[in-house]
């Protein structure tokens, strides 16, 4: 039965879950999230035989892509985040990944560029109630030094999803067809969403903080806006989520065009180098930033923006040079340096928020973010691609993607910013 009623506030003494019960937890909710990029990056390695069956243009494909998903994901992620803060997440959850998965199987079923976009709008509306209330969860399963490394794990659900979706996609759609794709993406969310209803509970809230006391919409949205750590980081992760989602979206059409991949091969180059090292980056981030934050908060940021910095000028190397195999080591080394980042940035956007509003800034946090990266990524390269094509043919792709090598340089900057505050905002916010 789902529990519509309001969440009590914790004793000051809870605890939270027995160790192995909570990690069952946090893996049941990071593969939960890895479905989610499946069945949002399965899209992007089928770009190509989309594109030729409806006709469509790089800017179409960039808007299905971006927009086409994104759009009622932003507008439903808070309001639904809200109900989080009050209500029952793990139902919240379940009910979102059944939807989004069964949006997914329904853009297999697509006859038309309508009903395509129709289907990828559903997928962006399931996926929106997802990820905040799944933080939320964890915040209450994981103590502040805690976090980052618990949310690296679950942030690793990114890439492997990514990784997912691209071999997948790749394979798949050789050997049986785009929609086949489609189909074999969705399916598995929905036997997952049951599993989920069945072996985990609803945690006690605020279960790692010393009091919880539900706050109105106001003073919530007043408090997050004083926290400048919380602000500015908002405005780095939007620009690196613009570097992750555009080399999302284009990185599939860029091995096609600039060296000539089957897509089985794209499966296979783009799934390993792009999935499996953001996997490695991103757990191996949490882990160290769990380590070394412990004895100063600001490395928890320091970190994610050397890291960051560094994947701007590796990314622009991956895009310029004609040789292949230098392309593929600079293309896992980016995964590797853009996925460390994801771990410390979710945990600081919990550990700043009080625990009646973590699920509001978790979904600020991914939905603003998500709005800008993947509205305007792919949006923003395909639009490149057409106005470049006459000068560059089908090169233009790698000339568009350097757009986020800088993305992912500003970031860091943005990073090193908010580390000034971080230590102050994690006081107020406990």
């Known amino acids: 039965m789902v529990d519509i009623a309001p969440q009590a506030a914790a004793p000051a003494e809870a605890t939270a879950r027995p160790s192995l019960r909570r990690y069952y937890v946090l ?60 209500y029952n997440r793990r139902n919240i959850v379940t009910i979102a990944l059944a939807f989004w998965s069964a949006m997914t199987v329904f853009c297999g079923m697509a006859q038309s560029v309508a009903t395509l976009a129709l289907a990828r709008i559903g997928v962006g509306i399931g996926e929106s109630g997802g990820t905040p209330a ?54 598995p969310g929905l036997a ?13 809230r605020g279960a790692m903080a010393e009091t919880f006391t539900p706050e109105p ?5 007043s408090f997050l806006a004083s926290q400048r750590t919380f602000v500015v980081l908002l405005v780095g992760f939007c620009l690196t989520t613009y570097t992750n989602y555009a080399t999302s979206a284009w990185i599939p059409p860029f091995l096609a065009r600039v060296h000539h991949l089957s897509s089985a091969e794209i499966g296979t180059y783009a799934g390993t180098f792009k999935g499996l090292c953001g996997i490695a980056g991103t757990l191996l981030g949490g882990v160290i930033v769990a380590q070394i934050g412990r004895s100063d908060d600001r490395w928890k940021l320091w970190a994610p923006a050397i890291t960051s910095g560094l994947a701007g000028p590796v990314f622009a190397v991956c ?10 080591v600079t293309l896992a080394a980016t ?29 600020i946090m991914l939905l603003m973010a998500a709005g800008f990266g993947q509205g305007t990524g792919p949006l923003a390269v395909g639009m490149l691609n057409d106005a470049l094509k006459a000068d560059f043919a089908a090169h233009a792709v790698r000339y568009s993607l350097l757009s986020a090598a800088v993305t992912s340089v500003l970031g860091a900057m943005l990073f090193v910013w908010a580390a000034r505050s971080i230590r102050g905002d994690i006081e107020r916010a406990s």
């Open 27 to 86: 893996a049941l909710l990071t593969v939960v999230y890895a479905l989610n990029f499946l069945d949002r990056t399965i899209f992007n390695v089928l770009i190509e035989p989309i594109k030729k069956e409806f006709a469509l243009s790089d800017t179409t494909m960039g808007l299905l892509a971006g927009f086409g998903f994104v759009l009622f994901y932003s507008l439903l992620g808070i309001p639904i985040a809200r109900i989080a803060d009050r």
């Open 134 to 187: 799944s933080q939320s969860i964890i915040a209450d399963l994981f103590s502040k030094n805690e976090r980052p490394r618990a949310l690296g794990i679950f942030a690793i659900g990114t890439y492997l999803g990514v990784f997912l979706g691209y071999f997948i996609g790749g394979y798949i759609n050789q050997y049986y067809g785009w929609r086949m794709a489609f189909y074999t993406a969705g399916l």
């Open 217 to 221: 919409i106001g003073p919530t949205l």
């Open 335 to 363: 995964s590797f340096l853009a996925g460390f980042q994801l771990g410390p940035i979710f945990a600081i956007a919990q550990t700043v928020a009080k625990p009646s509003m973590r699920a509001l800034a978790s979904a």
């Open 319 to 328: 895009m310029l040079t004609p040789d292949f195999a230098t392309m593929v």
């Open 192 to 204: 997952l969403a049951a599993v989920l209803w069945l072996t985990v509970s609803e945690p006690k």
